[in-house]
Protein backbone atom coordinates (compact mmCIF):
# COMPACT_ATOMS: atom_id res chain seq x y z
CA UNK A 1 0.00 0.00 0.00
CA UNK A 2 1.07 3.66 -1.10
CA UNK A 3 2.00 6.12 1.72
CA UNK A 4 -0.14 8.97 2.38
CA UNK A 5 -2.76 10.71 0.61
CA UNK A 6 -4.18 10.50 -3.08
CA UNK A 7 -7.19 12.65 -4.58
CA UNK A 8 -9.79 11.34 -6.80
CA UNK A 9 -10.92 15.00 -7.97
CA UNK A 10 -14.04 14.62 -10.67
CA UNK A 11 -17.61 16.09 -11.23
CA UNK A 12 -19.33 12.85 -10.36
CA UNK A 13 -22.53 14.19 -12.14
CA UNK A 14 -23.85 11.64 -11.46
CA UNK A 15 -21.74 8.95 -9.95
CA UNK A 16 -21.35 5.68 -12.12
CA UNK A 17 -20.41 2.38 -11.56
CA UNK A 18 -16.96 3.48 -13.40
CA UNK A 19 -16.20 5.82 -10.65
CA UNK A 20 -17.50 3.15 -7.68
CA UNK A 21 -14.84 0.19 -9.36
CA UNK A 22 -12.06 2.78 -9.57
CA UNK A 23 -12.59 4.31 -5.80
CA UNK A 24 -12.92 0.72 -5.00
CA UNK A 25 -9.35 0.07 -6.65
CA UNK A 26 -7.80 3.39 -5.69
CA UNK A 27 -8.70 2.49 -1.96
CA UNK A 28 -6.60 -0.55 -2.42
CA UNK A 29 -3.08 0.83 -3.06
CA UNK A 30 -3.32 4.23 -1.08
CA UNK A 31 -3.46 4.49 2.41
CA UNK A 32 -6.39 7.75 2.45
CA UNK A 33 -8.43 8.50 -0.90
CA UNK A 34 -9.96 11.30 -0.55
CA UNK A 35 -13.00 11.52 -3.29
CA UNK A 36 -12.92 15.16 -4.44
CA UNK A 37 -15.84 16.80 -5.98
CA UNK A 38 -15.24 20.17 -8.12
CA UNK A 39 -17.76 22.81 -6.78
CA UNK A 40 -17.35 25.92 -9.66
CA UNK A 41 -17.65 23.56 -12.48
CA UNK A 42 -18.65 26.00 -15.33
CA UNK A 43 -21.03 23.27 -16.67
CA UNK A 44 -24.97 23.41 -15.17
CA UNK A 45 -25.22 20.44 -13.36
CA UNK A 46 -28.00 18.01 -13.15
CA UNK A 47 -27.38 17.19 -9.49
CA UNK A 48 -26.50 19.68 -6.54
CA UNK A 49 -23.23 19.06 -4.92
CA UNK A 50 -24.76 18.11 -1.84
CA UNK A 51 -26.59 15.82 -4.14
CA UNK A 52 -23.51 14.18 -5.22
CA UNK A 53 -22.03 14.41 -2.20
CA UNK A 54 -24.43 12.40 -0.22
CA UNK A 55 -24.50 10.03 -2.92
CA UNK A 56 -21.05 9.53 -2.71
CA UNK A 57 -21.23 9.40 1.04
CA UNK A 58 -23.16 6.05 0.27
CA UNK A 59 -21.47 4.72 -1.92
CA UNK A 60 -18.27 4.50 -0.38
CA UNK A 61 -19.57 4.23 3.38
CA UNK A 62 -17.98 0.46 3.02
CA UNK A 63 -14.55 1.75 2.19
CA UNK A 64 -13.16 2.60 5.42
CA UNK A 65 -10.25 4.51 4.02
CA UNK A 66 -12.18 6.71 1.63
CA UNK A 67 -13.65 9.94 2.57
CA UNK A 68 -15.78 12.76 0.30
CA UNK A 69 -15.01 16.62 0.25
CA UNK A 70 -15.41 19.21 -2.24
CA UNK A 71 -13.37 21.69 -3.72
CA UNK A 72 -12.79 25.25 -5.75
CA UNK A 73 -10.43 26.69 -8.09
CA UNK A 74 -7.11 24.97 -8.89
CA UNK A 75 -7.29 20.97 -8.25
CA UNK A 76 -3.29 21.74 -7.57
CA UNK A 77 -3.99 23.96 -4.61
CA UNK A 78 -6.44 21.85 -3.27
CA UNK A 79 -4.56 18.78 -3.58
CA UNK A 80 -1.54 20.51 -1.23
CA UNK A 81 -3.69 21.89 0.99
CA UNK A 82 -4.58 18.33 2.43
CA UNK A 83 -1.21 17.18 1.68
CA UNK A 84 -2.00 14.94 -0.77
CA UNK A 85 0.84 13.15 -2.97
CA UNK A 86 -0.94 11.96 -5.88
CA UNK A 87 -3.81 12.36 -7.95
CA UNK A 88 -5.72 9.25 -9.09
CA UNK A 89 -7.56 9.36 -12.66
CA UNK A 90 -9.17 6.84 -14.84
CA UNK A 91 -8.74 6.05 -18.31
CA UNK A 92 -11.39 3.87 -20.27
CA UNK A 93 -9.96 3.91 -23.50
CA UNK A 94 -7.61 5.82 -25.33
CA UNK A 95 -10.44 8.71 -26.32
CA UNK A 96 -9.48 9.24 -22.58
CA UNK A 97 -5.99 9.66 -22.99
CA UNK A 98 -5.45 13.01 -24.65
CA UNK A 99 -7.12 15.10 -22.42
CA UNK A 100 -6.04 13.32 -19.17
CA UNK A 101 -2.27 13.49 -20.30
CA UNK A 102 -2.38 17.18 -21.31
CA UNK A 103 -4.16 18.01 -17.69
CA UNK A 104 -1.87 15.81 -16.11
CA UNK A 105 0.63 17.21 -17.65
CA UNK A 106 -0.61 21.03 -17.17
CA UNK A 107 -1.02 19.91 -13.36
CA UNK A 108 2.63 18.59 -12.95
CA UNK A 109 3.77 22.18 -14.60
CA UNK A 110 1.67 23.95 -11.70
CA UNK A 111 2.85 21.62 -9.21
CA UNK A 112 5.85 19.36 -10.06
CA UNK A 113 5.56 17.17 -6.96
CA UNK A 114 2.12 15.90 -7.00
CA UNK A 115 2.18 12.51 -9.56
CA UNK A 116 -0.70 11.50 -11.12
CA UNK A 117 -1.63 7.61 -11.13
CA UNK A 118 -4.07 6.23 -13.67
CA UNK A 119 -5.80 3.42 -13.33
CA UNK A 120 -8.27 1.42 -15.98
CA UNK A 121 -12.03 0.57 -14.78
CA UNK A 122 -13.53 -2.72 -15.68
CA UNK A 123 -13.87 -3.22 -19.01
CA UNK A 124 -17.59 -3.76 -18.44
CA UNK A 125 -17.98 -0.06 -17.64
CA UNK A 126 -15.34 1.38 -20.53
CA UNK A 127 -17.95 3.09 -22.31
CA UNK A 128 -20.16 4.12 -19.29
CA UNK A 129 -19.82 7.98 -18.73
CA UNK A 130 -21.53 10.61 -16.75
CA UNK A 131 -22.89 12.36 -19.88
CA UNK A 132 -24.02 9.35 -21.41
CA UNK A 133 -26.07 8.41 -18.26
CA UNK A 134 -27.84 12.15 -18.15
CA UNK A 135 -28.95 11.56 -21.38
CA UNK A 136 -30.06 8.11 -21.70
CA UNK A 137 -32.01 8.70 -18.49
CA UNK A 138 -33.18 12.54 -19.49
CA UNK A 139 -34.61 10.09 -22.96
CA UNK A 140 -36.59 8.09 -20.44
CA UNK A 141 -33.94 4.86 -21.48
CA UNK A 142 -32.91 2.25 -18.69
CA UNK A 143 -29.76 3.05 -16.75
CA UNK A 144 -29.52 -0.25 -14.88
CA UNK A 145 -25.73 -1.46 -14.76
CA UNK A 146 -24.62 1.69 -15.94
CA UNK A 147 -24.77 3.40 -12.33
CA UNK A 148 -25.30 1.83 -8.36
CA UNK A 149 -29.01 1.36 -7.39
CA UNK A 150 -29.05 4.34 -4.88
CA UNK A 151 -28.11 6.60 -8.24
CA UNK A 152 -30.82 4.87 -10.48
CA UNK A 153 -33.35 5.66 -7.53
CA UNK A 154 -31.88 9.53 -7.69
CA UNK A 155 -32.38 9.85 -11.05
CA UNK A 156 -35.99 8.51 -11.39
CA UNK A 157 -36.47 10.84 -8.50
CA UNK A 158 -35.30 14.24 -10.24
CA UNK A 159 -36.74 13.02 -13.74
CA UNK A 160 -39.93 11.43 -13.17
CA UNK A 161 -42.02 15.00 -12.80
CA UNK A 162 -40.99 15.68 -16.08
CA UNK A 163 -41.78 12.66 -18.03
CA UNK A 164 -45.12 13.13 -16.08
CA UNK A 165 -45.37 16.57 -17.52
CA UNK A 166 -44.55 15.33 -20.89
CA UNK A 167 -47.32 12.77 -21.26
CA UNK A 168 -49.58 15.32 -19.84
CA UNK A 169 -49.01 17.47 -22.57
CA UNK A 170 -49.02 14.99 -25.23
CA UNK A 171 -52.64 14.28 -24.16
CA UNK A 172 -53.61 17.61 -24.07
CA UNK A 173 -51.53 18.48 -27.29
CA UNK A 174 -52.54 15.78 -29.61
CA UNK A 175 -56.34 16.68 -29.77
CA UNK A 176 -55.39 20.18 -30.76
CA UNK A 177 -53.67 19.24 -33.21
CA UNK A 178 -55.71 16.54 -34.81
CA UNK A 179 -58.67 19.70 -35.12
CA UNK A 180 -56.27 21.81 -37.25
CA UNK A 181 -55.47 19.15 -39.95
CA UNK A 182 -59.46 18.06 -39.93
O1 LIG B 1 -15.02 14.37 -13.86
P1 LIG B 1 -14.33 15.41 -14.70
O2 LIG B 1 -15.31 16.49 -15.09
O3 LIG B 1 -13.61 14.81 -15.87
O4 LIG B 1 -13.22 16.07 -13.75
C1 LIG B 1 -12.40 17.12 -14.21
C2 LIG B 1 -11.64 17.78 -13.04
C3 LIG B 1 -12.58 18.21 -11.95
C4 LIG B 1 -10.65 16.78 -12.47
C5 LIG B 1 -10.88 19.00 -13.62
O5 LIG B 1 -11.75 19.79 -14.38
C6 LIG B 1 -10.24 19.86 -12.54
O6 LIG B 1 -9.30 19.45 -11.89
N1 LIG B 1 -10.77 21.08 -12.35
C7 LIG B 1 -10.34 22.01 -11.34
C8 LIG B 1 -9.71 23.24 -11.96
C9 LIG B 1 -8.28 22.95 -12.37
O7 LIG B 1 -7.42 22.64 -11.59
N2 LIG B 1 -8.03 23.08 -13.70
C10 LIG B 1 -6.74 22.79 -14.30
C11 LIG B 1 -6.70 21.36 -14.79
S1 LIG B 1 -5.24 21.07 -15.71
Known amino acids: MNKGIAIYPGSFDPPTNGHLDLIERGSKIFEEL ?26 TA ?38 ELQMALLNRKLEPTLETVFMMPADKYSYVSSRLVREVAQLGGPVKGLVPEVVEHKL ?22 RKKKA
Not at 44 to 57: H, I, K
Not at 73 to 99: F, N, P, Q
Not at 158 to 172: C, D, F, H, S, T
Open 34 to 59: VVAILRNSEKSPMFSVAERFQMLTTL
Open 156 to 177: RQKLEPAYKLQNIRGIVETPRK
Open 62 to 99: HLKNVRLDTFGGLMVEYAKSIDATCVLRGIRAISDYEY
